[in-house]
């Protein structure tokens, strides 16, 4: 199969690798805009050769679209304009109902099929993609019934080749399930972070006295604000309604403490920890 | 030398794998309430031989405090009651100015160590305890004037042992810095975890969509009330003072988001990037 990759970074990078890996790619394109991450992607054999956007989208079976949401949002129409009925797209957007929307009425709408990898990492760029990132992790298909068989089977094929675990949803519902699971631990990391750098004015101590907690929890505030406006910006009544809850949460922590109701406190810690449960299954 | 350690558990049980893999420990006592974790300490070879605590008192060079920082508090001037001036003290509390405090107009006070070792997981009991845990990470010894020369001498060799990378540091101070560099990293922890099991009522969706990121943000909210709620009473003013400036850093994403102001979000995340350049040094 001949593929096409619009965005040669840590997705569209790890996907790349992953496909050759596993021998469903023949032939890899890459397209992007920086010309560093094209000749990166080029150098680390995560591509076999670069082209420009027509070009590479006419001369693929399947062209993949890692790019940040809102630039899918306004690619994907254009892409689907000069699609044939042999070819497929697929994107990999954090956020799905805004893309879906965007493309709901382009005659060639059947040829896209809307896709989330729930994997990602706060670095970027080709340097960081890896083959095996994708392996155990959930692949979320959306709106399937407004793909046409062909293409669902073709993307199937790839998030089965990724080694994920495929689950059908509706756009909407996963933008409601990932404002909670992966949008609201990129604002609380982000915010810890801010917390952090407005109290601790010693950088020397932050870094001294680091422990791996710390570091764990506030991983996520590394990511770049590129990917992470455009998926605020479009999953923004999701992310607001979290954020909220979330702030009322860590009111109750505060009122506890302030109140030194230390029975409420270990209530609150005891009901997080249900967390163990749900996660290490 | 003959240790003893009080509290044979996921710090006590590190620390004991590491001095027996070094020769620094000839012979580990281990302390317990919990008969459960003493038998899995023995059966682990953490540990050599349990004692009661007298006994395990009287007959070690240094005695090792590896429990909650309230039970520390309480415990602490009963081990100086009976220790002479052969032997050392030392704690592993993750706070400092309540422990010090509650001995210091103790006779004995000299032959304490007030400990801190930066690192722990959100896993307890002997079974979680890791011989290399503490490689690399920050040991903190506070008020250092308060203990003698030799108490300290052997403190500070337990700390290279343990391959840490030794600070010292006034009590408080040592209470404000973990406030921020690691209490509140487990409230924000605790406050996501409620979050997303208050609003996200599937439990079968949270654990097929948790990606890597998530669970990183959430993994300190499997730690266990016993160790947790003490930590936060004794250390109320500093975590409420974070707390405080944490819930206004939410609410600045919130007004960011509510304003659609996606200049002023992409300020708040590009400074939160900054954390990178000071962990990743």
């Known amino acids: 199969m001949k593929i096409s990759i619009v965005g040669t970074g840590l997705i569209g990078g790890s996907i790349a690798l992953k496909l050759k890996a596993k021998g469903i790619a023949d032939f ?7 010309t560093h991450h094209l000749n990166e992607a080029l150098k680390l054999q995560i591509i076999d050769a670069h082209a420009d956007l027509e070009y590479g989208i006419r001369n693929a ?3 993949i679209i890692a790019i940040p949401v809102d630039a899918t949002r306004k690619l994907l129409p ?3 304009d000069i699609i044939s009925d042999n070819q497929t797209v697929m994107d990999t957007g954090s956020t799905k109902a805004g893309i879906v929307s965007a493309v709901k009425n382009h005659p060639k709408r059947e040829r896209f099929v809307a896709f989330h990898p729930m994997w990602g990492t706060e670095n970027s760029g080709p340097k960081s ?7 155990g992790k959930a692949g979320v298909i959306c709106n399937r019934e407004e793909s046409s068989e062909d293409a669902l089977k073709t993307v199937e094929k790839i998030v089965e080749s990724l080694d994920m675990h495929l689950i059908y949803m509706n756009a909407e519902a996963h933008d409601v399930h990932t404002a909670y699971i ?4 990129h604002i609380t990391s982000y915010a810890l972070a801010n917390t952090v750098l407005e109290k601790e004015r010693e950088e020397e101590t932050i870094f001294q006295l680091a422990s791996s907690g710390f570091s764990s929890t506030v991983r996520l505030a590394k990511s770049h604000p590129e990917m992470w406006v455009p998926i605020f910006k479009q ?3 999701n992310v607001l309604d979290v954020l ?3 702030i009322a949460q860590l009111r109750k922590f505060k009122a506890a403490l302030e109140k030194e109701n230390f029975e409420y406190l270990e209530e609150l ?8 449960g749900i996660l290490d299954k």
Chains 1, 2 share one sequence.
């Not at 890899?28 to 920086?34: A, E, M, Q, S, T």
């Not at 993609?129 to 392996?135: I, L, P």
């Not at 992966?182 to 631990?185: A, E, F, V």
């Open 78 to 80: 254009k892409v689907l």
């Open 244 to 246: 909220n809850e979330h």
């Open 61 to 63: 079976d399947l062209v």
């Open 28 to 34: 890899i394109y890459g397209i992007d805009n920086n």
């Open 235 to 237: 999953n923004k009544e």
């Open 129 to 135: 993609a890896v083959s095996e990132s994708f392996a």
């Open 182 to 185: 992966s949008h609201i631990s």
């Open 269 to 276: 810690i005891s009901n997080a920890n249900k967390i163990r």
